[in-house]
């Protein structure tokens, strides 16, 4: 019995022992941490510690909020779309003004009447040589020529293009020589017959009252063979005074033939200080041709030089002039050196340094030149026939006398003093 006591008493307390272990193992654990020292610090300022990043809630913004920055960063877009746009037909435009370009821009109006005289043929030979456009139309003064410069839109495409016309200021007029004779003694004779008159009425030399936008243009007279003009009635005058019995009412002279030459230039005088307008006096047709072709090359190259002339320091060289030229230690560079001291004359440009300097590529060589010379004549005259390629036009001019004569004078001259430029 005793026995089967003890094996009861063990076999409840295995029963007990298992039923303890089977109620700790369905209780649910639970793990004490230790709080650190922020929460603790955040506990005792009595404030609520801010949860970490996997609990931590979103912040709530505004409902426009995103849509608002939406739109700011699109509007920022756009305007780095319309500056990269502004500046890019910026330099669209800047690259038209050069002169190597500008020339094509221009379109000369002739009137019909210019092509009356049989020497105006010279004309129509200078516009056709010119790089530009030329054509003919009536003009608001007869007899005249005015400028225009066609400018391409940057907006405009090649099938689309899109052209903006601009109307130059300066006017010039072709006068013959009795017709302005006749209007300079009115204009004269007005003026002393009312000597009190504050303003002279030059509307007798260049009616410009009807016209629509005179005040805003340039006016010029051009006269061609005035002193032939004066010339051959001064001798029809004295044949005529030998044989007076010969005299018709149609060959009698003019008063304004009598006019002296204190009196024109007087009359002149008073077209620039009261009117603005010159005017110029040509012996041929050529040299008319010739300063229409100066003139249409200056003003097509006047929106470059203002561009130039608006820069901070218009008087410094851009570009590679301003770093100068790098001289190796073999020579390479020399020749660009000798090209720019060619270039520091006055009115000397880059492709006639050039020629120059490949026609004797170093100043020693120049000098071996001139001492093979063997008079001063030859010296002097030794660059003139360099042919040199412009850089606008394409057609070959030479160097000319009077370059050659500065440089002559310069490379042998011991005078400090010598004058090159007599322009000047």
């Not at 005793?2 to 029963?15: D, K, P, Y």
């Not at 030329?134 to 007869?142: L, M, R, T």
């Not at 020629?355 to 030859?378: H, V």
Request: net charge neutral; charged share 25%.
């Amino acid at each position: 019995m005793a026995g089967t006591e003890r094996r009861g008493l063990g076999l409840a307390a295995r029963r007990a022992a298992a039923w303890a272990v089977s109620e700790s193992e369905s209780e649910p654990e639970t793990q004490t941490q230790t709080p650190g020292p922020g929460v603790a610090a955040a506990a005792a300022a009595g404030s609520t510690p801010a949860a970490g990043p996997a609990g931590r809630p979103g912040r709530r913004r505004a409902p426009g909020e995103a849509a608002a920055r939406r739109q700011e960063r699109e509007r920022q877009k756009e305007r780095e779309a319309l500056e990269k746009r502004r500046r890019r037909e910026a330099a669209a435009a800047w690259r038209l003004l050069r002169p190597e370009r500008c020339l094509r821009l221009m379109e000369v109006c002739a009137d019909p009447g210019l092509f009356r005289d049989p020497g105006s043929d010279t004309l129509v030979e200078v516009l056709s040589s010119l790089d530009c456009k030329y054509s003919f139309e009536p003009q608001a003064i007869p007899c005249s020529i005015t400028w225009r410069r066609n400018m391409p839109s940057p907006l405009s495409t090649p099938d689309d293009p899109v052209v903006k016309t601009e109307e130059e200021k300066e006017v010039l007029v072709l006068v013959e020589p009795e017709d302005f004779l006749k209007r300079l003694f009115s204009l004269t004779q007005n003026f002393v017959n009312a000597p009190s008159v504050s303003q002279p009425d030059l509307n007798q030399v260049l009616p410009l009252a009807g016209l629509e936008g005179s005040s805003t243009k340039t006016y010029s007279l051009a006269v061609v063979g005035l002193d032939t003009y004066r010339r051959c009635n001064q001798e029809q005058g004295r044949q005529q005074a030998l044989s007076p019995g010969k005299q018709s009412p149609s060959s009698q002279r003019g008063p304004e033939l009598a006019m002296t030459q204190e009196e024109i230039l007087e009359a002149l005088a008073v077209l620039q200080l009261w009117g603005n307008i010159d005017v110029l006096f040509l012996d041929t047709w050529q040299e008319l041709g010739q300063h229409i072709s100066a003139l249409t090359k200056a003003i097509a190259k006047r929106p470059y030089r203002r561009q130039l002339e608006s820069q901070e320091l218009p008087f410094c060289t851009d570009g590679a002039w301003a770093s100068g030229v790098r001289v190796e230690k073999d020579g390479t560079g020399l020749w660009q050196v000798w090209k720019r001291q060619i270039q520091q004359f006055n009115r000397v440009s880059s492709a006639t340094a050039a020629a120059i300097a490949e026609a004797y590529p170093s100043p020693s060589l120049l000098l071996q030149a001139y001492k093979a010379c063997s008079t001063e004549d030859e010296k002097l005259l030794l660059l003139t026939d360099i042919p040199v390629k412009s850089d606008i036009s394409g057609r070959d001019h030479r160097v000319g006398p009077d370059l050659s004569r500065r440089i002559y004078l310069f490379m042998v001259s011991t005078d400090p003093n010598l004058v090159l430029d007599l322009s000047t």
